[in-house]
Each structure stands twice: as C-alpha cells, then as structure tokens.
C-alpha cells in the first residue's frame, strides 16, 4: 500500500442562523458516517473534547453531536504562533432509519467520537425466504 | 520648499499625534481580529505554540491518533514530528454515507521560536491532542532581582 501523507485542512466554521449565546467560535467536526444490516456508525474527529463534554441529542430523526473542548492553554500562558483555531463542535444529521434510542452507544477515544445507532427492528432488511409449498 | 511651509493654522505636532493615533487604532484593529501573525506551513499536524515564564508549549490536533504511533524529536532548535494516522477499515460489509477521515502519515518540523533546554521535553497526549512542554534554559529565563536596603 502506498502511504498517502496527511494534508492540513482548516476547520471548517458551522454555519449559524441565529447568535451564539456562548463566546468562541464553533465548528463541524469531520466524520465519518457508515451503515450495516444491524446499525449506523459515526465517527466524528472532535480533538481536545473530554468523554464527559460530549453530548448526543436525537430527537424524532434529528442527530446532533456537541463537544466542549478543554481550555486550549494555561491561563498564563501566551500564544506566539497560531495555526490551527479552536472551538467547540456542533454538527446535526437528520437520520433515514429509525433508531433504537435506548441502545444507541456511544465511546470516545483520542478524541474521536464513535457513535454506534442501532436500527429497530422493523427498519432491517429482511430477506424473505419463499417455502417450498 | 512649499511642501515644508506650515501655515498658521497646521500644527504640526497636533498632525502627527493624529496620524500616530489612526495608526494605533489600525494596529489594535488589525490584532483584534487576528489575535497574532498566523503561519500557514501547510504541512500536517497543524501547530499552535504558546509560552509563560519559563516553558514553550507546542500543541497539536492529532485526533484518532494512538500515542505511539507518534515520534518526536528535538534536533537543534528544530521540533521534528512524525507520525501516522489509521482510520480502521470498517467492515466489507458497509456501505458508506460520509467518508471526511482520512488516513496516513505525517512528517514536520516545527522551528522553536526560541532557545529550549534539550534535557528537559516533555509530550503527552490527551483527548487527542498533542501537548510537548519544553523548558526554557536557565540563562534567558526572566529573573527577579529583589532591592535590598543598605
């Protein structure tokens, strides 16, 4: 396999409709969004968010992921150079399938969100076998 | 020499003061929006140093990123980050709505804005963030020098 090197990429901003109530600016984590037989998988990028600053919202068939990032730096401290800017993240789907609320999952590990959303039951593909009458 | 003649009613001075405080506002409008001069090295992992009395502090986003696929090394005043960034395949059987992650790796130096002591690096990674703590050597540390009475 031939590595591929990574490129940098500016956040991009979320776009708001109405005033932040809160100062900082916000912005749309990257993710990933999978679908197999059982559930949806989401894995957003959300670095320098906690596990317990994480907040998943789904209400009727509306997904929305927020992350709080930690104080970037120490109260004392100065920035000299600034590359990259930071914010917390927010970022709304609006879901085709029909969710399982009670066992959706949700883990974070290197400030990577992954969000496992099982579909109901009925919501599954379901192969109908013809019986030999 | 016309252009040098002041009239009257130009005081030269009060023009100056003017211009130095247009300038000011300028400065301070410039440096509300853009808090410092921003680098754009264009090279992954994008980098934000910060400083206090006596550490630099490199930071950067390395989220998905596991600890120990991460290398860092001090090479004069150079910081040289490597690494490499895997987004695990997802089963074959998937089929994908968004696909915005991407793997691979990363090489990039990071000039220090100032002298560090060697000796002293520490890097830890936290939430998916890069911290390295470098100490600033003894000699260019700010010191207190306390007034003694005679």
């Keep these: 396999m031939v590595e591929k090197e990574l490129q940098p990429r500016e956040k991009e901003a979320m776009p708001t409709k109405t005033e932040l109530t809160r100062p ?16 949806l998988v989401l894995l957003a990028d959300m670095p320098g968010v906690a596990p317990d600053k994480v907040m998943v919202d789904l209400t009727d068939d ?9 104080p970037p730096r120490g109260e004392q401290e100065q920035l000299l150079v600034q590359e990259y800017e930071t914010g917390n993240y927010v970022r709304e789907f609006t879901l085709g399938q029909i969710i399982d609320q009670n066992r959706i999952e949700a883990t974070m ?25 | 020499m016309p252009w040098l003649t002041f009239g009257p009613r130009v ?3 009060r023009e100056l003061e003017q211009v130095r405080r247009e300038m000011d506002r300028l400065w301070e409008d410039a440096f509300r929006r ?8 264009g090279v992954y992992p994008l980098v934000n140093i910060s400083e206090d009395t006596d550490h630099l502090y490199v930071r950067a986003e390395l989220p998905g990123v596991n600890p120990e696929d991460i290398q860092i090394t001090l090479e004069n005043n150079n910081l040289i980050l490597r690494g490499e960034r895997k987004v695990p395949e997802a089963d074959k059987d998937v089929d994908y709505h968004r696909r915005e992650r991407e793997a691979g790796s990363f090489r990039r130096v990071v000039r220090l804005p100032g002298r560090v002591d060697p000796n002293k690096v520490a890097a830890t990674c936290q939430n998916g963030m890069l911290i390295i703590t470098l100490t600033k050597p003894e000699e ?10 005679a």
């Design chain 1, 24 to 39: 900082g600016r916000v912005f749309l984590p990257a993710v990933d969004i999978y679908e197999n037989p059982e559930a």
């Design chain 1, 62 to 70: 509306r997904l929305t992921i927020t992350g709080e990032i930690s």
């Design chain 2, 34 to 41: 853009e808090p410092l001069l921003r680098w754009r090295a």
């Design chain 2, 140 to 149: 260019i540390k700010p010191k207190q020098i306390t007034v003694k009475i």
């Design chain 1, 109 to 133: 590990k290197n400030g990577v969100l992954r969000l496992v959303l099982p579909k109901v039951e009925k919501a599954k593909p379901r192969k109908i076998e013809v019986k030999v009458g």
């Design chain 2, 11 to 13: 005081d030269p001075f």
